[in-house]
């Protein structure tokens, strides 16, 4: 029975503005494109992204970590073990980490998130103690709960407490800055696999890693119907940026398959290919 309202004017220039009622937020906090109706995050998120995109970078869904002389990019599906990886190269390596998760990159240059905390994941259930992975399973359910509409906010911050650990607490070196990546890897669960991929490959799979990612971007209502709308702003001409900045980031760089049936495993075939171990 309440009224929502959420407005974006100007996305096709700077600044944009976003304007909700104060309904907005407590009211649609999961997100329903069959319905046209986005959380307020999911907006933001979409709208933060198209303005990345009008400046030439874009959000990867990927780790960074620096060995020694060469930077490796780490791509993978949710779960598959892109952070635990990343993680396991720094604590067993020294090897700094300069974003477990998300990084932002025009294709030549990577800037990455920092990371303070980890999320556990499929993988990296094995950094936890006993005590956190049984309330794990009581954290996702608080978590799912926290998206029911008017239910308070403090739900989905106890599921937090419980679901993401402090990253300095396991001995991770964490760095900041830009770095240019010379490696890319890209992981994938099954038979033991090492095998080097052509720009076509590696383009096909780091795009739909990325599109698995960014669900709130390219199948937003809110974004589709601007562009329908206003001649000054096109969807298709940001999806083709997106794909100009992976061609860019691909080429010139050699790209990995890397498959394992553990993401124990990964750590050391990536070792291989650092040290060209055939």
């Known amino acids: 029975g309440r009224h929502l309202k959420l407005?974006?004017?100007?996305?096709?220039?700077?600044?944009?503005?976003?304007?909700?009622?104060?309904?907005?937020?407590s009211v649609a906090k999961m997100s329903f494109p069959m319905r046209d109706l986005f959380s307020l995050s999911d907006v933001l998120r979409a709208v933060s992204l198209t303005k990345l995109l009008q400046k030439g970078f874009m959000m990867f869904h990927g780790a960074l970590v620096?060995?020694?002389?060469?930077?490796?990019?780490?791509?993978?599906?949710?779960?598959?073990?892109?952070?635990?990886t990343a993680i396991t190269l720094s604590r067993k390596y020294g090897f700094p980490i300069y974003s477990d998760d998300i990084f932002y990159s025009d294709g030549r240059i990577a800037i990455g998130e920092s990371p303070t905390h980890i999320y556990v994941g499929g993988a990296e259930?094995?950094?936890?103690?006993?005590?956190?992975?049984?309330?794990?399973?009581?954290?996702?359910?608080?978590?799912?709960?926290?998206?029911?509409?008017?239910?308070?906010?403090?739900?989905?911050k106890i599921s937090d407490r419980i679901m993401y650990i402090p990253i300095n607490v396991k001995?991770?070196?964490?760095?900041?800055?830009?770095?240019?990546?010379?490696?890319?890897?890209?992981?994938?669960k099954g038979s033991t696999t090492l095998v080097q991929l052509d720009v076509e490959e590696a383009m096909k799979k780091i795009f739909h890693i990325v599109k698995r990612e960014t669900y709130f971007w390219d199948n937003n209502y809110i974004l589709n119907a601007?562009?329908?709308?206003?001649?000054?702003?096109?969807?298709?001409?940001?999806?083709?940026?997106?794909?100009?900045?992976?061609?860019?980031f691909v080429e010139n760089r050699p790209s990995y398959l890397v498959r394992a049936q553990s993401p124990l495993d990964y750590p050391e075939i990536i070792l291989k290919i650092l040290r060209k171990i055939p």
Request: hydrophobic share 40%; charged share 20%; proline share 6%.
């Open 7 to 25: 407005i974006v004017e100007n996305l096709e220039n700077f600044p944009t503005y976003i304007v909700f009622n104060k309904s907005y937020p």
């Open 66 to 84: 620096k060995a020694e002389e060469d930077v490796v990019a780490i791509f993978g599906f949710p779960d598959t073990g892109k952070t635990f």
């Open 226 to 248: 601007y562009s329908y709308f206003n001649n000054n702003f096109s969807i298709e001409t940001l999806t083709q940026t997106r794909i100009q900045i992976i061609r860019k």
């Open 125 to 156: 259930k094995s950094l936890v103690n006993r005590i956190r992975l049984f309330f794990l399973p009581l954290a996702s359910f608080l978590r799912y709960a926290s998206y029911i509409p008017y239910i308070p906010e403090n739900l989905r």
């Open 171 to 188: 001995n991770v070196d964490v760095a900041q800055g830009t770095v240019n990546p010379n490696i890319i890897v890209i992981l994938e």
